[in-house]
C-alpha cells in the first residue's frame, strides 16, 4: 500500500510519458479506483431488541476524508467498531482493502489493525505515562524499532500536533485540547493507512477545535491516508471532508454526497439536521405514552 502511494507521487511528478509510467499510473488509478472500506448490507446491534445498523451498505473511497454524521445513538461510533473487529455484524460483510473483517479470527485482526489508527472519543490516554511514552506506545509495542528510532519519531508526531515541548509532561498536567492532540499523534504513530476519528471535536473551545480539523485535514494530505470523521459538528466536517454520510436513528443512511450536495439537500431531515432547526421529523422527546396516561389524567380521573 505504501508502495503505491510513493508511486503515486513519482507518477505525477514526472508524468506518464513511456510504457512503464504508463502503467504504473493505469495500476495506481485502478488502487484508487477501489475503496480501502466495503459495508455490504451489514445489520448490528447489540441485542436482539434493538437495531442500531439496519441493512446499510457503504463504501470509503481511499485516500479522502468521509465525515459520519448523525445525532446520538445513530450507530456512528458502532460502525467504526465494526470497520475496527471490536464487534461482528450480525449480518452483512465488513471489508478492509479487499479482506474481510473478522471479529473471531484474531491472528488476521491484529495484522490489519496495525494498518489502522483510532482516535477515540475520550482519549483513552494512559494517565500514569508521559506525554512522550503515551505517543510512544503503539511503536514500543508493534514496531520492533531502537528506543532512538522511536525517540526521533515521537518527537516528529508531536511536533505535527505543536505539542514537542510538553513531552515530558504527564497527562493530568495537560489541557483537553492537549490531551485530544495527545492522541492523534498515538493514533498516527504507526503511519496507519486508515485513520478513525470519533468525535475529535467534542469539548474543544473553538480555536482548538479549528486547529484539531486543521490537522485532520492536513496529516491525511501528506500521508495518503484514509480518515472517517465521525461527529456531531457540522461546521467543521462540512470544512474538511472530500464526502459527507448523514445516518439516522434505527440506522439508517438518510444522506451522502460532497459537502454541497448535504448541506443544499431539500430533504426534510437532512435539512434539519446541516441546519440545526428545532422543528421537524427528528423529534425532541424520547417515544413514550401520553402526559395524560403518565399523570393519570382523563375522563376517569
Known sequence: MRQSRGL???????????NTRRGHCRQTARLNAEPIIEIDHVTFGYDASRTILDDISLRFARGKVT?????????KTTLLRL????????RGRVGFDG??????????????????GMLFQFGALFTDLTVFDNVAFPLREHSGLSESMIHDIVLMKLHAVGLRGAAELRISEVSGGMARRIALARAVALDPELIMYDEPFAGLDLISMGVAANLIRKLNDATGATSLVV???????????????????????????????VMGSSDPETRQFVHGEPDGPVKFHYPSRSLAEDFGVGAGA
Open 67 to 75: 465525515s459520519i454524521l448523525g445525532g446520538s445513538g445513530c450507530g
Open 8 to 18: 503515486a507521487t513519482a507518477s505525477r511528478g514526472r508524468g506518464c510519458d513511456n
Open 231 to 261: 461527529s456531531h459538528d457540522v461546521a467543521e466536517c462540512m470544512t474538511i471532508s472530500d464526502h459527507v454520510i448523514l445516518l439516522a436513528g434505527g440506522g439508517r443512511i438518510v444522506a451522502q454526497g460532497n459537502p454541497d450536495e
Open 99 to 116: 479482506e474481510l473483517v473478522n471479529a473471531r479470527d484474531r491472528s488476521k485482526l491484529l495484522l490489519q489493525r496495525r494498518r489502522m
Open 83 to 90: 470497520i475496527g473487529g471490536m464487534v461482528a455484524a450480525n
